[in-house]
């Protein structure tokens, strides 16, 4: 059974910094690209950051030079450090595990920036 399991989301001030972590189980971690999404109520998903199985990472230009992922395999862990929060960066984020025949999705975490 896959379980991507998601936490760090809380509420803080803009300006201010979290860690998002996802530990995942059931899957060869070291054979996914992993990636934080996030979603607002009536908004598409979107893609904030991947990681490739190289450890290459990609992020969407909003979040650049604010935004780091990292991935540990021996942890089974992916993270995304966010640093110089804003308010619409308010949103679930989501963690995912994918290959070209496989696609997983966390149950989600809450991060709310106040202004």
């Known amino acids: 059974q896959v379980q991507l399991v998601e936490s760090g989301g809380a509420l803080v001030q803009a300006g201010g910094s979290l860690r998002l972590s996802c530990t995942a189980s059931g899957i060869v971690f070291s054979n996914y690209q992993m990636g934080w999404y996030r979603q607002v109520p009536g908004k598409q998903r979107e893609l904030v950051a991947s990681?490739?199985?190289?450890?290459?990472?990609i992020y969407t230009d909003s979040v650049k030079g604010r935004f780091s992922i990292s991935r540990d395999n021996a942890k089974n862990t992916v993270s995304l450090q966010m640093n110089g929060l804003k308010v619409e960066d308010t949103a679930v984020y989501y963690c995912s595990a994918r290959t070209l025949f496989a696609n997983y999705w966390g149950q989600g975490t809450q991060v709310t920036v106040s202004s």
């Open positions: 990681i490739t199985i190289a450890a290459i990472p």
